[in-house]
């Protein structure tokens, strides 16, 4: 195994270092796969762009149109599998050939669906306990502020705890479950234990796990707004008001998303294996426990 991979564990500065070893090692074939996987997702907005109307914009459930969803989502999962396992290819410093990346992705793509239809399941719930919450909030008149007092003031401040929390309970779902393509991938483990190992190895890290996998997409962001705000090209960013775009600035769109996703995929690879080591000393500290207690 390839010594980008820490072989004990080590703090945040190291792991994003060794996740950009990672990213440029992988980086010239990882973006063959890459530049398909975000033309794959940025297809609607393409066909929009091409028509002159989103097609696939308030669709309700029952529309054949939503197919076409589904496919997009699965070719996604194929080319993601692909950048995982070529990255791992580079670990091990073995040169496959890109027709046995995109077979991998193909072997493993029905895994990896279900794996990410349950986590959905998983978050569905927790959307749904949360709007209970909110109803229940609602019904007792939490959210009516007649007038301007000191109880408002503390109901309002009480309320936007309420919201925080339940923010944070789906940000807390989603880190849980991050790791679950490359255990599925690289580990060959089934759906079911992808799923368990990911929640385990997150569970007692999450803040270490959030604030590295958030990295990359804080510098994709920043990208996106230095682009539009500073150069001055009006390049869609998402939670921005919508505007109008051009095919153009959607080209410039998929590649920088494409340029992003590698290190995305190199940054879980490089915290599942300094999660794994941590799994293990905590599991050899409780056995070393376990037998002082019993002698």
Known sequence: MDTILPSQPEPYSILLKRSLILYFRGFSKAIIFSLLLALVIFTPRLFADITGRDIFLG?????????????FDIISMLFSIAIYWHLFCVLRNKDEPLAEDFARGIKKVLHVFLATLIQGIILLAVTVVIYGILFLLYQYRVF?????????IWRTLFLMVILLSQLFLIMYVTTLF?????????????VLPALEKSASLVWNH???TFSLQITPWFFYLITLLVIRFIIRINIHIYF?????????????????FALFIPWIASAVIVQLRDLELRKEIHNQLHEAKLKHKST
């Open 59 to 71: 669709i309700s459930g029952t529309n054949p149109r939503r197919l076409w969803l589904f496919v």
């Open 178 to 190: 991050v790791f679950i393509v490359p255990i599925i991938v690289i580990e060959n483990n089934g």
């Open 206 to 208: 999450w803040w270490r």
């Open 240 to 256: 921005f008001e919508q505007g109008t775009h051009t095919i153009l600035t959607t080209i410039m769109n998929i590649l920088i």
């Open 144 to 152: 009516h502020l007649e007038s301007v007092s000191q109880m408002n």
